[in-house]
């Protein structure tokens, strides 16, 4: 199943129309009809609304799974939530590699320290 079928799915499933699910998501009911029919790709934002507004994840949107929604343990989604990567005990206690060799601790730093700043430039 494309994920033009699992969108028009979730959206009719909801009792929604084409155009009642676009003004919710903030995008026109022409568009919607493009990637219900897979006739045009949704971008990044468009997909992320479309997963946080039908409760799925964007895996399930794009056909990469076909369970809607992931569950994680309380335990997990808060260590998640929380991981500060430049953290040294995180840092030992999982390899970051880039072509195959493991990254020492200051080259993970400088990495993390790069992502950071390429972020915040948008």
Known sequence: MKYGDRIALLREKRGLTQEELSNKIGISRAALSHYETNRREPDYETINKIANFFNVTVDYLLGRTDQPQTVLDHDVREFVEHLDLTDES??????????????????????IAFVRAERSLE
């Open 90 to 111: 995180i840092l030992k206690k999982f390899s970051l590699t880039v072509d195959g060799r493991v990254l020492t601790p200051e080259e993970a730093k400088r990495f």
